[in-house]
């Protein structure tokens, strides 16, 4: 069937024919003919706005699946359109788009002082299961790549596997660092010009995807990291929200890394490293404007980098530092609309969210930086400093999770745990357990991912849910496929480091990044695949994983529900706090209950789950481990500023204690 449509599009090219039978209404290319594909070519005819264009890609004739690099949505951004809007770019003409074009400047994961990359660089990939046809067209999953908008590109997030579940992916590039995010909240410089970048690709793609196969009504924003976040700030945006369903990898809109508190800051710092005035904002942009890129990306790379140990370490794992997406307000200064009105819990209070959402976790999300890049720092400072975890680290936290609107709830009545006294000594006990330095980083690692992953995830869902449906997961299978550095080069959070071979054994989750492999095929930059050999184990939880967000994808707007692609997936409840597990079960769907229950009574500061029987046990078991010091004062079993909190049976989960915190002591 394939075949035949490529040969009527390309004999469409000459007389037309075609387009009287074909549905979708599918590209006649005016102008000079061109040459006729074979049948079954990667070439695609797209006609919009009056203009027409002839696109070669590549087709891999084993799997039978489309590839096209280096499409450009919109012109570069250089000389006077530096930090400037996007402007949008249509199709026109021959195109080769076999190769890649370059990543947008950044530093080199190598050499941080140096700059990578190109300005021209707003373009993407695309990967097709199908030419169009008479079917349906395929749902499109448009991935933002993470980074904390500073790093990253496309070019190392393949099709293949999506492609495989008959689901198109697009990679688009977008402005990273100053030049994609300055911003000081003046006309000059609004900011967020990356995420009118995102937005442009995203019409792009739903104005083009039908002559590729899709279908442009079942659009997936689906980003990872600082991209999960910027997905889903579109989708609550009025300006942005043409996603169809939203998918968000280890990063949400309340993460402390999606939108930056000061951002003139940064502006600041920036004219002062590059030696451009701090003001009028009109003068600074200018001098901007004429510096060579690599002096704004150096300048960028040096802010912060002078903070020192446990903020540099909180900052960096959390991506609030560098320049980022913000908050807006109502307009730019000149009339034009913003795409971030106000802080994202706001809108999800105004319950404005349409689309539905899965977001979740890894579930060892900092363990890499913890034992990694950071692991020298941390051990020095345990051994150094008395109550190191439960003062600089958990303190450290409340003040980058209290600057976030939305989970400022921590700050709230309830301060003290019956039995244990403050709630920081949970993470202080869990340090103690084994006695040695590597337990102290463990507790490093649960107590970050806890406050900076998975309470964002947890309240995220819970508040969307309000409104939409969204669904939980959690990332929990330590496998072989390609680690996340490859694909996030330079992220401290998915970094490999030398010094971790020496807690190698102590290691327990997947890390930042380690579930990306399990959805993308990873690519060098001249497109190659670099997976290697597969065990069946984890080409089977790359089934799962896969299978899960294809689900989504297709069950968008589903017409058809006799396919195997429209098993429903299992929503989040807010009475159970319903999680998709992702391990190597052999079900393909591993549902649980009660996500990190007494970990996210905790940061979210739930009285009736902190006083229930199931957190009391499970206190009481790491009391048991490890014995109250002497100096340390036991507190009476209901502190006075419970005494008229009383637990609510209702809201703790009909489950046996075993089952409900499997991860305290160990990740796996
Ligand atoms: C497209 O570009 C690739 C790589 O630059 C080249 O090998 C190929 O011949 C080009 N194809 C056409 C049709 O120009
Ligand atoms: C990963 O590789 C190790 C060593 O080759 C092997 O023992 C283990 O079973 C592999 N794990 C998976 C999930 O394939
Ligand atoms: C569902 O999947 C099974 C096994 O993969 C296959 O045999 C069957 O034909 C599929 N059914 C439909 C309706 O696609």
Redesign the pocket.
């Known amino acids: 069937m394939r075949g035949v449509w490529s040969w009527c599009f390309s004999l469409a090219v000459f007389v037309g024919v075609c387009f009287l039978v074909a549905r979708p209404v599918i590209a006649v290319v005016g102008g000079a003919p061109a040459a006729a594909p074979e049948p079954d070519a990667a070439v695609v005819f797209t006609q919009l706005h009056g203009r027409s264009a002839r696109i070669e890609g590549i087709k891999d004739n084993r799997l039978g699946y489309y590839s096209f690099y280096g499409i450009r949505y919109a012109e570069p951004p250089v000389g006077p359109r530096r930090f400037q809007r996007p402007v949008r770019r249509d199709l026109v003409g021959e195109l080769n788009a076999t190769s890649a074009c370059q990543k947008c400047p950044q530093p080199d994961p190598n050499a941080p002082q140096r700059m990578i990359g190109h300005e021209d660089c707003l373009c993407l990939n695309l990967f097709s299961p199908k030419m169009p046809g008479e079917e349906r067209g395929s749902p499109v999953i448009f991935f933002i790549h993470g980074g904390n908008y500073r790093t990253g590109s496309a070019s190392p997030y393949g099709g293949k596997h999506l492609t495989q579940e008959d689901t198109i992916l697009v990679v688009a590039q977008y402005r990273l660092g100053s030049l994609g995010f300055i911003s000081n909240g003046q006309k000059e410089a609004s900011g967020n010009a990356a995420l009118f970048d995102i937005y442009v690709a995203l019409n792009w793609v739903k104005d083009y995807i039908q002559f590729f196969g899709g279908d442009p009504t079942r659009i997936t924003v689906m980003g990872q990291g600082s991209g999960g976040s910027a997905a889903s700030l579109m989708a609550l945006s009025s300006e942005g929200r043409s996603s169809d369903g939203v998918v968000a990898l280890s990063g949400t809109a309340l993460s402390p890394g999606a939108v930056r508190t000061d951002p003139a800051k940064h502006a600041q710092e920036l004219a002062k490293r590059t030696g451009c005035p701090e003001t009028p904002v009109e003068r600074l942009v200018l001098c901007l404007k004429k510096l060579p890129p690599e002096q704004i990306i150096k300048a960028d790379n040096e802010i912060n980098s002078d903070m020192v140990d446990t903020d540099r370490f909180l900052n960096e794992i959390s991506g609030r530092q560098g320049a980022g997406a913000r908050v807006e307000g109502a307009d730019d200064h000149r009339g034009l609309p913003t795409l971030v009105m106000e802080p994202p819990a706001v809108t999800l209070k105004k319950k404005r969210q349409t689309s539905p959402l899965l977001t979740g976790v890894t579930s060892a999300e900092t363990e890499r930086a913890v034992f990694g890049k950071y692991s020298k720092s941390l051990t020095s400072q345990l051994q150094k400093i008395k109550d190191f975890i439960k003062k600089d680290i958990i303190g450290g936290l409340k003040n980058v999770v209290s600057a976030v609107e939305g989970l400022k709830t921590i700050e709230g009545e309830l301060k003290k745990l019956p039995i244990i006294g403050d709630f920081e000594e949970y993470y202080n006990r869990l340090a103690q357990n084994g006695g040695d330095i590597v337990e102290g980083l463990a507790a490093i690692a649960e107590v970050t991912g806890d406050a900076l992953f998975n309470f964002p995830a947890f309240k995220s869902v819970k508040d969307w849910s309000q409104a939409a449906p969204a669904y939980l997961y959690s990332f929990e299978?330590?496998?072989?496929l390609t680690k996340g550095s490859h694909f996030l080069p330079g992220v401290a959070l998915a970094e490999e480091s030398s010094e971790m071979a020496v807690s190698k054994a102590k290691r327990h989750g997947p890390a930042h990044g380690d579930d990306l492999a399990y959805i993308f095929d990873p690519l060098d930059d001249n497109g190659n695949s670099v997976e290697g050999t597969?065990?069946?184990?984890?080409s089977h939880?790359r089934k799962n994983f896969l299978g899960v967000i294809s689900q989504f994808a297709h069950n968008l707007k589903s017409e058809n529900k006799n396919t195997n692609q429209s098993k429903p997936l299992f929503p989040f409840l807010r009475s159970k706090d319903t999680l998709i597990k992702i391990t190597?079960n052999l079900k393909s769907e591993n549902l649980d209950q009660s996500f990190r229950f007494c970990q996210m009574g905790i940061w979210g500061n739930m009285a009736d789950r902190l006083l229930g029987s199931v957190c009391q046990n499970e206190i009481k078991k790491l009391l048991e481990l490890v014995p109250i010091p002497t100096e340390l004062n036991p507190v009476p079993i209901l502190s006075p500023i419970l005494t008229n909190l009383s637990p609510n049976p209702n809201s703790i989960p009909n489950q046996k204690p075993n089952n409900v915190l499997p991860n305290v002591f160990n990740w796996g």
């Open positions: 299978f330590n496998g072989n597969v065990s069946q184990m984890d939880v190597d």
